[in-house]
């Protein structure tokens, strides 16, 4: 303690040594003023007697005594100055005072008092100038590390902010609700699902906001998955619930005015934070006003920076605007993501990854999260700033835990005061205030005055996916959709809040949100590539595989404009059987036979029926200095399982000369008599030699019998002047 310095002591085994007169008077003392402390109306003595049969008292704390309390109940610490006599005996006269132990070499009396009055005594023996310091018997507990059993060697991310030492503080509470607004949730995910609460799907105007890209499922499981429960991976807030709202499509765009009217929903439905892993280069007012309304409402709205730093780095919004927290990517060494935006509008920096490709096989280049395919469930490693962002929202989360009474604003103010400073000194536009630190954060969260608490709202979870979800727009959330969809115009919905401030500018804006990431899923190890640059395609004929199941002739490879290399075709089933789950392996050689990538691809529909095929699309940055690829022979899984009927009606297909887009548009209709879910459209572009030269698919809702649904796939990555035919095969999951 500040201003005393202990003596020398002598051993405790000899209590008959001589004891100053000066000393006696202060022990008096302190027998009065603990009399005086425990005699108290109504206040019981403590009577726990001295451990017996050995040294140390065995003291069984009581269940989740740890986090009901800091420390012990009934016991405090005491050092003394002088240690001059025995004082188990002297204490012994202070009306029931006793020594329960005593820990050498360091002379700590472990004394018994009344449950609740720990820190009370202890602050009046230390106003006593013969005590050293006294003290509650604070408790400890083993740093929490979750039995997840990937946490270990895929999840670094929790480790470089902290998480584990935060996660003692507080693990969340299912109080907290984050919405993830993106291209919706996995809803049977077994590390999501008893998760997540009703939540609403703006692209299809229902509530099932099921996720059809997997993108919303990743972000997801990074801020709040179940964890510690012996499955997948961790997420930062334990306890905290998923709100799924989709504003974002099968290929991940949406409108603003679906983002817009996702905010709302999600600020009128209860959630305190929203998970905007979405950007785009246009600034919708339409937007803006419906995250001003949720700041109006007390809610915290975090987003991406972006993933253009190396194409511009131009300003992305909604994390450009105001209100808005803006999240950077860093990699493993806190270094700066090199994909990651920069600007006036970083507040701060979280773990995004920062892999050198997409064939990068180190796990600490990737951020590791749940994930939703066409396989179903799954996990998948990402990085991008879409992944730093729920870093953010799912600390936030546990912040709340600890303090529910903190506004948005000092949620947001003490995450950047606490977090570790990075690049030039203080603020900077690369990482903001530096990269978050949970446990500071959580330790100035525990101790932060709080604002005017907000009602408590009850979430209802929906622990597995079910068309009759309770969810529904709210009486201050006005939609008019048009009747029909067309395939080159987004739909012309309007968001108008009822609340201030109220939506007046660009109310059908046509500003569509791309997905921040970059992206690989967990399909097998895959070899180093070196790194990208454009050169001149070239192909040779392929080893074919096995007659039964076999890759056509008709291949096709080109680079696009960013530096992707696309290995396009069609694989066919020779058997008589009903494959599924076909796989493609391509591998990529430079002149001289040297393999430099090899990439994994799983057409996008799941049914291969016998004596059809259908298309691929193997993409990949393209491997500097390659010249042939091969494919290996494909592999599958038999499945008697019958093709669901769909009907594809009213199709057509248009070529956009100024564009240089082609566009492939219809309806989808289900025949088959009962549900269809995950409904998927494939469509293939051949030139006039039968040539592949494009693969695409729709993800579509699911489908009640007979009932029909626009869809509408754009091809973009190339000019599509030599396309002259097109063929489209649709697929689900009946139920």
Not at 109 to 134: F, I, K, T
Not at 268 to 290: F, K, P, R, W, Y
Request: with cysteine; net charge negative.
């Amino acid at each position: 303690m500040k201003g005393k310095q202990a003596s020398s002591f002598c051993p405790a085994s000899t209590p008959d040594r001589a004891v100053s007169r000066s000393f006696r008077r202060r022990l008096l003392y302190l027998a009065l003023l603990l009399s005086l402390a425990l005699l108290r109306p109504g206040m019981g003595l403590a009577t726990v007697p001295a451990a017996e049969g050995g040294p140390r008292s065995q003291y069984r704390l009581p269940p989740s005594s740890f986090a009901e309390s800091r420390y012990a109940p009934g016991r405090i610490l005491v050092r003394f100055v002088e240690d001059r006599l025995d004082t188990a005996t002297a204490l012994s006269l202070t009306h029931g005072l006793r020594e329960i132990e005593r820990i050498e070499p360091i002379h700590v009396h472990v004394l018994a008092v009344p449950d609740g009055q720990e820190e009370a005594l202890a602050r009046a023996l230390q106003a006593d100038e013969s005590v050293a310091y006294a003290e509650p018997d604070y408790l400890y507990s083993a740093l929490r590390v979750p039995d997840d059993p990937y946490y270990a060697d895929r999840q670094w991310n929790m480790r470089k902010i902290g998480l584990e030492t935060a996660w003692d503080i507080s693990t969340g509470s299912a109080g907290v609700v984050i919405a993830v607004l993106d291209t919706g949730v996995d809803l049977g995910h077994p590390d999501l699902a008893a998760k997540i609460v009703a939540g609403y799907d703006f692209v299809h105007d229902d509530d099932t906001a099921q996720d059809d890209n997997g993108h919303g499922t990743h972000v997801a499981g990074i801020a709040a998955a179940a964890t510690n429960n012996g499955v997948g991976m961790a997420g930062v807030s334990w306890g905290a619930r998923i709100m799924p709202v989709k504003i974002l499509n099968a290929l991940g765009w949406g409108t603003a005015s679906d983002a817009a009217a996702g905010v709302i929903w999600a600020v009128d439905q209860g959630a305190q934070i929203l998970n905007l892993s979405v950007g785009g280069t246009s600034s919708s007012n339409t937007l803006h006003d419906a995250l001003d309304y949720a700041h109006g409402q007390g809610v915290l709205p975090v987003a991406g920076a972006g993933n253009e730093y190396e194409n511009g780095n131009p300003t992305i919004y909604p994390a450009a605007f105001d209100h808005v927290m803006g999240v950077a990517a860093t990699g493993h060494e806190d270094e700066h993501a090199g994909y990651s935006s920069t600007g006036s509008y970083v507040d701060v920096a979280a773990p995004g990854g920062n892999p050198t490709g997409s064939s990068d096989p180190d796990p600490e280049h990737w951020i590791f999260s749940t994930y939703r395919s066409f396989l179903g469930s799954g996990y998948a490693s990402v990085a991008g700033t879409s992944q730093a962002c729920p870093h953010v929202a799912g600390l936030a989360a546990l912040m709340l835990s600890v303090n529910p009474g903190l506004s948005h604003d000092q949620l947001q103010a003490l995450i950047e005061s606490t977090a570790v400073d990075a690049g030039a000194a203080g603020w900077d536009e690369v990482f903001g205030h530096g990269r978050i630190d949970a446990v500071a954060a959580l330790r100035a969260a525990q101790t932060a005055p709080t604002a005017t608490p907000t009602p408590t709202v009850t979430m209802t979870p929906t622990a597995t996916p079910s068309p009759t979800a309770t969810a529904s727009r709210t009486p201050t959330l006005t939609r008019t959709p048009t009747s029909t969809r067309t395939a080159t115009a987004s739909p012309t919905a309007t968001v108008s809040p009822t609340a201030t401030p109220t939506a007046t500018a660009t109310p059908a804006a046509r500003v569509y949100l791309p997905l921040m990431l970059k992206e690989r899923e967990d399909l097998g190890e895959a070899t180093a590539t070196a790194t990208s640059t454009l050169t001149p395609t070239s192909t040779t004929t392929p080893t074919p595989g096995p007659p039964i199941l076999y890759i056509l002739p008709n291949h096709f490879a080109y680079a696009d404009t960013i530096g992707y290399l696309h290995i396009l075709g069609e694989v066919h089933n020779g058997t008589a059987d009903h494959l599924r789950y076909v796989s493609v392996v391509v591998d990529i050689f430079d002149g001289n036979g040297q393999l430099l990538a090899t990439d994994t691809t799983l057409p996008r529909l799941d049914n291969l029926p016998a004596g059809t095929s259908i298309c691929f699309d193997a993409m990949l940055e393209e491997p500097a200095g390659w010249s042939t690829y091969e494919f290996r022979p494909p592999s599958y899984m038999l499945d008697g399982r019958p093709w669901p009927r769909l009907a594809i009606v009213d199709d057509n297909g248009s070529y956009d000369p100024p564009s240089g887009t082609y566009l492939v548009a219809g309806k989808l209709r289900n025949d088959h008599g009962s549900r269809v879910e995950y409904t998927k459209v494939l469509a293939t572009l051949y030139d006039e030699d039968n040539v592949v030269v494009g693969c695409n698919f729709y993800y579509g809702p699911h489908l009640e019998p007979e009932e029909a649904r626009d869809f509408a796939m754009r091809f973009r990555s190339r000019d599509y002047a030599d396309v002259r035919r097109y063929r489209l095969q649709a697929d689900g999951t009946p139920r």
